[in-house]
C-alpha cells in the first residue's frame, strides 16, 4: 500500500475557484522585488555570463521596438525578428529592457521542462474552445518544442544547455486522475492527435521502473537548463545584428521600466510611446510586453481574475540517495501536475544526482500563493511539503529529513483559463487606439516552455504585418483563443 503523501490530492478544482474568484489583492503587479531567492539555474557560477548586460554606460534611447523582458519570451521575440527580417524592407532597431538581472523572472527559476502536452486536459479543452482549437493547443507545443529542439541540434548547443531527451512520466496518484487520462487519451486519438508516443504504465510497471506504486502515463519529452537555452538563443539573434546593416539588438538589464506614455505630436513622429526607466525613457513604435505574471504593473486592466495573476511557485534542488541508474533520466509530474521533478545530469565528482522538484503550492490553500509577487522568501509550508514529497513517493531513493542543495521562488502568470494573452494590448474600458503598437504575450500559468516561443514567434508576425501594412494570418498551430481579441469577453 502507498505512502500517505505529504500533499492535498485532488485540489485543482479548489485553485480554480479561487483562480475565478474576487481579486485576493486590490494592487495590480509590483515589479519585480530587487532581492530574489537564489535560483540554482541562475546561480551556479559562470551560469549567467549576460546578468548585467547593459546595466550601466549609456541607455540607448530610441527603438523601432523595445521588448520588455528577458525571459523566454523577450528573447525568443528578438530572435525571430532576427530571422524575419525580409518581411519588411525598413531596418529594425530592437531595445530589450529587464528589470532585474538577465532571464531572472519565471524562465530562470522554473522546473526545466521541455515537453509537449500530447494529450492532457483535451476533452475539457474541447469542450470549452472547440475541436479545432485543442488541436492547435497540442500543435502550439510540438512546434515550439520541435522548434527549439532542431535550432539546439543545428548550432550544435544540445549537450551545452544540457538538453535531455529522458520522456516524461506522469503519476496518477488518485482514480479521478486516472480516469480523466482516459477520457482525454480517448478523446484526442478520436479527433485525430497522434498519440502513438503515449504508453500508460500499471503501477507494477512503474514500480520496476521507477520504484513508485502507482500507474502512470509516459509520453516523450526532454529537460533542460533554461537560462542558458535563453542566453543561447539571445546570442543567435546578437550575432544576426553585430553582422547586419539593418537590424540592431541591444539589451539593457537592471532598468526596469516603469510607465508607458503616448509621444504628444507623434502623428508627425515614427515613435508613438516613450517607455520610462530610472536610467532615462526610450522612444519606441512599438512596445511588446513580455513580462508575464508582472504585465498588470504597466497594463492595469490585466489585474485580476480576467487578466493575469502572479503567482508565486517553489523549487527545491536536493541530492538523490541513488545512482542515476536507479532514478532514470525521465523528468515526472503528478497530482494533477501540481508537483513536477527530473534528475539533472550528472556533473564531474558526482554519482548521485541532483534533482530539482517543485510544487507544493496545494499546501497554502486556500490562497494557492495566488496575487504573490514577492520571490525573494519562501512558504515554509510549501518547503516541508517538498522535502517530505520524494522520499514518500520513491522509498529507498531518496533520504527522508534530507535537506535541500538550495530553495528558491519564483513567479508565474496563471490565467482563469491557463491560456496566454497573445496578441495587440486591448482594454475593453479604453479607445481601441489608446494601445496602438503595443503587444503581449504573457499568462502562460505556469506552462510557458512549450508555448512562450512560438507565441513570441506569432506576436513578432503581427508587429512585422503591422510595420509593412500586410494582413496577418493566423498559424495553423496557433489556438485562436490565445489571440488577445478573442479574450474581450473574459472581462465581463
Request: with cysteine.
Amino acid at each position: 500500500m502507498a505512502a500517505v503523501l505529504p500533499v492535498f490530492l485532488n485540489v485543482f478544482a479548489q485553485q480554480q475557484a479561487v483562480l475565478e474568484g474576487p481579486a485576493q489583492s486590490s494592487q495590480a503587479a509590483s515589479l519585480p522585488v530587487p532581492n530574489p531567492t537564489k535560483s540554482f539555474w541562475l546561480d551556479t557560477p559562470d551560469a549567467n555570463p549576460l546578468a548585467k548586460e547593459g546595466s550601466d554606460g549609456p541607455l540607448t534611447a530610441d527603438a523601432d521596438i523595445v521588448i520588455l523582458g528577458s525571459g523566454i519570451t523577450g528573447v525568443s521575440a528578438a530572435y525571430h525578428l532576427s530571422r524575419l527580417l525580409s518581411a519588411t524592407d525598413q531596418p529594425l532597431k530592437v531595445v530589450i529592457l529587464e528589470a532585474r538581472d538577465f532571464c531572472s523572472g519565471a524562465t530562470g527559476r522554473n522546473g526545466g521542462h521541455l515537453t509537449a502536452n500530447v494529450f492532457q486536459d483535451f476533452a475539457a479543452y474541447s469542450a470549452l474552445f472547440g475541436v479545432d482549437d485543442a488541436k492547435r493547443a497540442i500543435a502550439l507545443e510540438k512546434h515550439t518544442v520541435s522548434e527549439i529542439v532542431n535550432i539546439l541540434n543545428l548550432s550544435g548547443h544540445q549537450h551545452a544547455v544540457d538538453l535531455i531527451a529522458g520522456g516524461r512520466t506522469n503519476l496518477l496518484f488518485t482514480e479521478p486522475e486516472v480516469a480523466e487520462a482516459r477520457i482525454d487519451y480517448e478523446a484526442a486519438k478520436k479527433a485525430g492527435i497522434d498519440v502513438s508516443g503515449v504508453e500508460f504504465l500499471t503501477k507494477e510497471q512503474v514500480k520496476k521502473e521507477y520504484g513508485a506504486s502507482y500507474p502512470a502515463v509516459r509520453t516523450p519529452g526532454y529537460n533542460i537548463w533554461p537560462l542558458k537555452l535563453v542566453t543561447h538563443l539571445y546570442r543567435l539573434a546578437k550575432e544576426t545584428s553585430d553582422n547586419s546593416t539593418t537590424f540592431s539588438l541591444a539589451l539593457h538589464t537592471n532598468t526596469p521600466a516603469t510607465a508607458i506614455t503616448p509621444i504628444s505630436g507623434s502623428e508627425s513622429s515614427s515613435r508613438r510611446w516613450n517607455v520610462t526607466t530610472p536610467r532615462g525613457p526610450v522612444a519606441a513604435s512599438y512596445v511588446l510586453h513580455a513580462t508575464n505574471a508582472y504585465a498588470s504593473h504597466l497594463l492595469p486592466h490585466l489585474h485580476g481574475p480576467s487578466g493575469i495573476v502572479p503567482t508565486r511557485g517553489q523549487i527545491i534542488a536536493t541530492r538523490a540517495g541513488v545512482t542515476l541508474d536507479a532514478l532514470t533520466t525521465s523528468g515526472f509530474t503528478g497530482n494533477e501536475g501540481f508537483e513536477y521533478w527530473f534528475p539533472r545530469p550528472l556533473e564531474a565528482n558526482q554519482t548521485n544526482p541532483l534533482v530539482i522538484l517543485g510544487g507544493g503550492r496545494e499546501q497554502s490553500k486556500p490562497e494557492f500563493e495566488l496575487y504573490v509577487t514577492d520571490d525573494s522568501q519562501v512558504n515554509p509550508k510549501v518547503g516541508k511539503a517538498l522535502r517530505e514529497f520524494l522520499p514518500t513517493v520513491f522509498p529507498g531513493l531518496y533520504e527522508a529529513g534530507k535537506a535541500p542543495e538550495m530553495e528558491w521562488s519564483g513567479i508565474m502568470g496563471y490565467t482563469k483559463t491557463g491560456d496566454p494573452f497573445v496578441g495587440p494590448v486591448i482594454d475593453s474600458a479604453s479607445s481601441g487606439a489608446y494601445y496602438n503598437g503595443q503587444y503581449v504575450s504573457a499568462g502562460y500559468t505556469g506552462h510557458g516552455m512549450p508555448r512562450a516561443f512560438s507565441c513570441a514567434e506569432a506576436v513578432v508576425q503581427m508587429m512585422l504585418a503591422d510595420i509593412s501594412g500586410k494582413e496577418w494570418t493566423v498559424p495553423d498551430w496557433l489556438p485562436r483563443h490565445h489571440l488577445t481579441q478573442n479574450r474581450l469577453h473574459e472581462s465581463e
